[in-house]
């Protein structure tokens, strides 16, 4: 059973271009398996100084981490930023009771304290478990301070029995950040934030802890698939600039909600919702009181898609959230 989730919450971070919790279409199956990489080695650079917390404060912000985490609208200076769920309602509610109140199985996943306190937040892990967390899912508290080179259970120091982060965490569109990326962000979260002394429930889940979830052949392989798949097009210009916009897509998990999951060489990939299930219903209301909100189609179709609008247009909803249908190019 592929698990659906949801938070009452207002899906604020859901339905922005940013997915740090891109819901809802976290697990859809991947058509094509596909054969994960044997050795890779990921070099440690988190002596950069102020700079590089600099560098990973912009990355946490970028990726939306408030929204779940703590802080709301992306501010660092909101009050609870990174601390952690502090109210039930705050929940993440997995499986058929989020569809259906009382409904079972059901497994609520709380977001973390990300803070460095020693007790209740990330201070107790190493660097290493942190980078382990974001590169390839693993839950710190269970994977032991050690560099992983395989994504193969059992082999180059992955464990051979995974415990994976809970579902609303985006891991898989994350682990395509680079090496620095990922150390800038821990580096922010070791150096660049106070303390807060937060204690946050352990979130539930199956005996496995979604590990038949998170196979190869549901979220693709690690590296991604390469430019171009047969979704893409090389382009006749610019194409330095269209490689690093796949990269920030694949990074932002764009197609967890518009499509194709987590790779783009899937079926479907950013051209937005093709069946009902993949609505979000940002409202804590009745279901006839929902106000449906679907996925786009982000391809350049001049009838459907992004083609009939402007790169203004585009632009003006990426920065302001302006619908570029109602929103001159301007």
Excluded at 63 to 86: F, N
Excluded at 93 to 109: D, V
Excluded at 192 to 211: H, I, M, Q, T
Aim: glycine residues 10%; charged residues 25%; neutral net charge.
């Amino acid at each position: 059973m592929s698990p659906v989730w949801t938070n009452p919450r207002p899906f604020k971070w859901a339905l922005g271009v940013l997915a740090v919790a891109a819901c809802l279409g976290l697990l859809i199956a991947c058509r094509t398996p596909r054969v994960a990489p044997q050795e890779f080695v990921a070099d440690r650079t988190t002596d950069g100084g102020y700079d590089q917390v600099l560098r990973g404060r912009k990355l946490v912000v970028g990726h939306a981490c408030g929204e779940c985490h703590g802080g709301g609208d992306d501010d660092p200076a909101a009050d609870g930023w990174l601390a952690g769920l502090r109210k039930p309602e705050d929940e993440f509610r997995i499986g058929p009771c989020a569809a259906s109140p009382g409904a079972e199985p059901c497994f609520r996943t709380r977001p973390r304290n990300l803070t460095p306190d020693n007790t209740t937040g990330l201070g107790r892990f190493s660097d290493r478990q942190i980078f382990n967390a974001l590169r390839f899912g693993l839950r710190p508290g269970e994977t032991p301070d050690v560099e992983i080179t395989s994504t193969i259970p059992g082999q180059g120091n992955f464990p051979e029995h995974p415990k994976y982060l809970a579902p609303p965490m985006p891991w898989p569109a994350w682990r395509h950040m680079s090496d620095q990326e990922l150390w800038d962000i821990i580096a922010y979260l070791r150096r660049g934030l106070k303390p807060v002394r937060n204690r946050v429930p352990d979130s539930e889940g199956p005996p496995d802890f979604w590990a038949s979830e998170f196979t190869v052949q549901k979220i693709g392989a690690f590296p991604a698939t390469p430019f171009p798949t047969d979704n893409e097009r090389v382009p006749t210009s610019r194409r330095e600039q269209v490689v690093r916009g796949r990269t920030l897509v694949l990074n932002h998990a764009c197609g967890a909600c518009h499509g194709g999951a987590w790779t783009p060489a899937d079926e479907g990939w950013l051209a937005g919702m093709r069946s009902p299930d993949q609505e979000f219903c940002p409202s804590t209301a009745s279901a006839e009181k929902c106000l449906r909100a679907r996925p786009r189609n982000l391809t350049p179709d001049s009838a459907t898609g992004l083609g009939r609008f402007t790169e203004r247009q585009i632009f003006n909803a990426l920065r302001y959230g302006l619908r570029p249908a109602e929103t001159r190019d301007m």
